[in-house]
């Protein structure tokens, strides 16, 4: 038995699958959790980003309460007296 189970089953031997697994962890941890597509982006540009992210996402939880607790459709109280 030459090959390993995982070797065989790619057709490599295990020494080159080992080497694709440490690349291809080199390769993540190089990015990490940056985006790629703004890699110009500031710190100060970065935090307005976060700011205006936050922002909007308490809007939108905002309008998802009120329309839970129908605080979104005006009142059909009038403030006139009927008789």
Do not use: Y
Not at 40 to 57: F, K, Q, V, Y
Not at 66 to 81: E, G, I, Q, V, Y
């Amino acid at each position: 038995m030459k090959n390993s189970i995982a070797g065989a089953r790619f057709g490599m031997r295990p020494s080159k699958l080992v080497l694709a697994f440490v690349l291809a962890f080199l390769a993540v941890a190089m990015f990490g959790c940056t985006r790629v597509d703004q890699p110009g982006e500031t710190l100060a540009e970065g935090r307005r980003r976060h700011i205006r992210t936050n922002r909007i996402r308490s809007q939108q939880l905002m309008q998802d309460l009120d329309a839970a607790w129908f605080l979104d459709k005006p009142s059909k109280l009038t403030d006139k007296k009927i008789r």
